[in-house]
């Protein structure tokens, strides 16, 4: 009878020490359920910026390659063997000034004889005249000399014109190039001598998608540079092909520079470009860093005022606002639906960020000016 007792009471123990441990996991699952449902993360740092209107500077750019205004292969017109070269490489050369100089000695043999000719043509003619004055002479007789005295004299002109072919001579006033011949090459018609280019007057060629023609005028102001943020050189257009390349959609437009290019800008260097159109105002613009694109389209974090129950006093939070973004022009980046002037918005730190998320702003650093001085 007291064994049952004593078995009795050791199951009652057991079953409620089995019932206190069952409510204990119970009570503590609920308790940290509990926990995490009101604990609220930790506000991220952000930096902001207010949204203001501003003035826009709006433009085309582009990128061109510099051209003289007058460029040429210079190659020479008749074979034999180089006797002088009259350059050197990066010479300033005047308009007919000779470059080249071909062996002629065969050529000035033939004009001796040519101009021989011409003279001995001459006094028969001459005398073929006072003969046919006197009634001596026929008219065929005369006039057969005087077509010898033509030949002769055309002769001459084509050997005239042969030794002047030995010359190459400059066509236009500009730096002449490194010599591509050597003094005793044998070189044929059409070898390339050097090439010439006028640097005192340079163009610039470049492209701009097709529909930007219509904002394009004739004498319209440019802008160019070696690098984007220091475009120091202007000009005006000069030229406007009309007809767009049907495969990249592009439209081929030169402008002349007004500036002194100096030694930088050679021929066929890479140059940016802009041309500067009419300012406009009122406009809302942030900067880039502040647009995050997604698959859902391009949105921005704004910080509104934590107004939940519980919330901390001037704890701010962040909503996502989708907007349509426009132009872009330098750092910033065109907002044409979605925001309002006066609107706060995170510039910098959305990577950590989650929609009602609450942040804490931090300005002393202004992540883009820092981002553009590395």
Sequence with gaps: MKRRIMASLFLLVTAAVCAGLIWFNFFRQEMIGQFFANMQPPAQVVSTTTVETRTWNPGITAIGTARAAKGAELAVQSVGLVKEILFNANDKVEKGAVLVRLDDAVERADLLDAETAVKINETALERSKQLMSRGINTQAALDQVSGDLDAARSKLARTKASIELKSLEAPFSGTIGIPQI???QYVSSGTVVATLQDLENMTVDFSVPEQFMERLELGQSVRFGLNESDLDLSGTIVGIDPRGDPQTRLVNVRAKMVDSAGEEIIPGRFLHVRIDLPVENDIVAVPQTAVVTS??????????????EGAAKGGKI??????????????????????????VIVTSGQNKLQPGASVKVDNSVDIIQASENK
Excluded: H, N, W
């Design 182 to 184: 050597e003094v005793g």
């Design 295 to 308: 698959l859902y389209g391009d949105y921005i974090y704004k910080v509104i005022p934590d107004e939940r």
């Design 318 to 343: 962040i909503r996502q606002v989708f907007v349509t973004p426009g132009r872009r022009e330098g750092r910033d980046i065109e907002i044409t639906d979605g925001l309002l002037a006066g609107d």
